[in-house]
């Protein structure tokens, strides 16, 4: 499995910008679709928004669509996760995903995590 290293978690107020990394181990990182999901307290983790191997192809949830943006470079092994406009319900942990499957069975696909960082975003 792919070893995943998010960073960039932090407190910002409502309405600030955040961006996350996420560094993959491996340097066939291009074989894989990557993503972003986030996990509240006492809730479930929720897929947030993913992209495809080459980076042509995103997609994202509802309730982020507008504001975040996920880009990768695969030079460097990172995908990234551009949070604007935040709002206190994106509060949550922020995992990254590894798929070594096509952009369109990422959800499913799912097989190396992150240890997650932490969004806090406050009132």
């Known amino acids: 499995q792919v070893q995943l290293v998010e960073s960039g978690g932090g407190l910002v107020q409502a309405g600030g910008s955040l961006r996350l990394s996420c560094v993959a181990s491996?340097?066939?990182?291009?074989?894989?679709?990557m993503g972003w999901f986030r996990q509240a307290p006492g809730k479930e983790r929720v897929f947030v928004a993913t992209i495809s191997r080459s980076g042509s192809i995103t997609n994202y949830s509802d309730s982020v669509k507008g504001r975040f943006t996920i880009s990768r470079d695969n030079a460097k092994n990172t995908v990234y996760l551009q949070m604007n406009s935040l709002k206190p319900e994106d509060t949550a942990v922020y995992y990254c995903?590894?798929?070594?499957?096509?952009?369109?069975?990422?959800?499913?696909?799912?097989?190396?995590w992150g240890q997650g960082t932490q969004v806090t975003v406050s009132s």
């Open positions: 491996e340097r066939t990182f291009s074989i894989y679709a």
């Open positions: 995903g590894a798929a070594q499957a096509p952009y369109s069975n990422y959800v499913r696909n799912v097989g190396s």
